[in-house]
């Protein structure tokens, strides 16, 4: 990593806030450049805290866009960190509202162009996009990393139309908790604890909403910029990472945005900005990437990011099974169009006689975290285990050419039920020649959802159908000698909540069964080769860090992913320590701590045993203020024939005092997921 200090332009800094139309106000961080000339502005909008949570990730970039001719502007939103409200649902219409006034007094700011872009990972690359097409008219340009179209389909809440345990109820436990901290006083003042108590009245556990819609609805569809790709009008740099469950949006943007204003950049990294050189590298330059975006956009610069092709993606080469990765083999490839004349579906047929599949309920306990951040353990292991349990077949690679995919792999199957509800996973995996099993991508159906994920419709019992459903998109390379496995089975937990009766799976009949694979042919002509071997970052570089100090601690860490089986009960529980935060001191003094602990539980033969269960522990402390504030939260989620049981709790001290305690108990019939 570079770490400059040099740029084109010095820079200043100040925090202010934003008046909203209704008089709220939102509490915001910007870094200009020293010039007297107006500039353009980016703006960065989130409910993560700029003050504390997101202020390390804020330092190495904002200041670093000021120098180089922008004003960088960080945003909290509505109800959270410093700024005014309360806080409400996701994306909801007051957000986006929000969104919009404030790309407006952006613009209209004497030092600014009136040319604003946004950008973000995750959150704020969720709202760019749904900002963007409100079509406000200074918003020109939108750089959206490791986020989502469509948010019912390819978010964390639903798998093809199955409830995602693993992340359903982590992200809806980690917002109770993200909700219910206060502002700070170093920059809210002495009003700062009347605002966190009208907060917390408003507070509301999320999942209470997510698992009241089970399909497809108009929940889901607000927000979901699929539903009307015409409505982006600024241009957009969509951006992802192939073990991030977020890259099949990259490639949905630029096959139905207008070419003209829609590049794709899909490389092997996790859920994190391409610069930050977390595992699975290789980092590449990605804040030099951006700012050719911004200047052709905002300032009209040629800079030649739009010769580049339409989609750039790396393509892995094989790789033994580890659950880390330095950096990835592999290289970069360019596609001029997509979908992709080089990119062809080779159907593999499925052979054999019919098998039955009713795999262990703690099938999945190897499928690695849905939502990597380059951990350690994050990446699933050899897949060996998970083979065990499932129906597999095989396609030998031949001996000259290695089988390239690039795209979205698909599976049709022709299954029969005896029972109303089920589920099936399919998993591509890269055996190598010493049996190993390396993940390459996958994919799920909730089967009453396989007319729609619009609709719940039970299967005939005793009936054979065939499904169809895609897999993950991927880039990766299946060399010769090495053989080519889909792997098929009928539970995948922690990630697919199973069903009351799912236990019995179904019986796969091969005939009329196929693997498809998005097979890339190798360049034929020196054009494509061209493409292909001119594709060049630079080296990753960022603004010199904030300076936040992780103090040593003399405790032994938690395991990452701990695997616990209870034999006399034929339990098995996943703990998880997702490895968030820990305790950082930051240059202002504040001493901000965080902990948080994931349980998934499930007995073999059971699918109304499973169970989720979170905590959460976060401490915000300024000795030089006295001010000591604590936020605890417990989460978890039980099912049984009818419907999930959810319990939320939320208890927050001030100084040892409790000020605040509610708890929340619901049943949510289970119409679908």
Known sequence: MIIRTAFPYETTHEDVRIPLPDGVELYARIWRPVTGEPVPALLEYLPYRLTDRTAPRDWQR???????????????????????GRPGDA?????????????????????????????????GGFNSL??????????????????????????????????????????????????????????????????????????????????????????????????DYAAIGAAVLAVGGWHDPYRDTVLRLVEHLPSARVRGLIGPWSHQYPDRGLSPG?????????????????????????????????????????????????RWVGEKAWPSASVIPVPYVLQGAPVAVASPQHTGLDSGRFLPFGNDADLPPDQREEDAKAACFEFPVGREEPVEILGRPSVTLRLRLDVPYGQVVARLCDVAPDGSSTLVTRGALNLSARQGRDRAVPWPVGSYEDVTFELNGIGHAFPPGHRIRLAVSSAYWPWIWPRAGSEAGWTLDPAGSALTLPVRAASSSSAASAVDGGIVFEPPEQAPPLGVAVPATLDEPRPERLVVRDVAR???????????????????????????????????????????????????????????????????????????????????????????????????PRAAG
Not at 67 to 81: F, K, L, T
């Open 62 to 84: 904002h200041p670093w866009y000021a120098g180089h001719g922008y004003a960088s502007v960080r945003v909290d939103v509505r109800g959270h960190g410093c700024s005014g």
């Open 91 to 123: 994306y909801d219409a007051r957000e986006l509202a929000d969104g919009v006034a404030v790309v407006e007094w952006l613009a209209a700011q004497p030092w600014c162009t009136g040319a604003v872009g946004m950008f973000g990972i995750a959150w």
């Open 130 to 227: 749904q900002i963007a097409a409100l079509a406000p008219e200074p918003l020109k340009a939108v750089v959206t990393v490791c986020s989502t179209d469509d948010r019912f389909d390819n978010d964390v809440h639903y798998m093809g139309g199955s409830v995602l345990a693993v992340d359903m109820h982590a992200r809806a436990a980690t917002m109770l908790a993200f909700a219910s901290r206060p502002p700070d006083p170093l920059f809210a003042g002495d009003d700062w604890r009347r605002q966190w108590l009208d907060r917390l009245e408003a507070v509301e556990p999320l999942i209470h909403t997510w698992l009241s819609h089970q399909t497809r609805d108009a929940y889901w569809r607000h927000g979901s910029v699929c539903e």
């Open 282 to 330: 290789p980092a590449i330059g990605f804040l030099q990437e951006t700012l050719r975006w911004w200047d052709h956009w905002l300032k009209g610069t040629d800079t030649g990011v739009m010769d580049e092709p339409l989609l750039r993606a790396w393509i892995s080469d094989a790789h033994p099974p580890a659950t880390v990765y330095e950096e990835l083999p592999g």
């Open 570 to 668: 034929g339990a098995w529980r996943l703990e998880v320590d997702p490895r968030y935060g820990g305790t950082r001191v930051y240059p202002d003094g504040l001493e901000y701590g965080e902990d948080a602990e994931e349980v998934y539980e499930i007995r073999d033969g059971d699918a109304l045993s499973a169970r989720t269960w979170s905590q959460w522990r976060i401490r915000l402390h300024r000795p030089e203020l006295g001010w000591d504030v604590r936020v605890e939260t417990r989460s978890e989620i039980r099912c049984d024939e009818g419907g999930f049981l959810t319990s939320n709790e939320v208890v927050c001290r001030e100084g040892g005092e409790v000020v605040f305690h509610r708890t929340w108990e619901r049943r949510l």
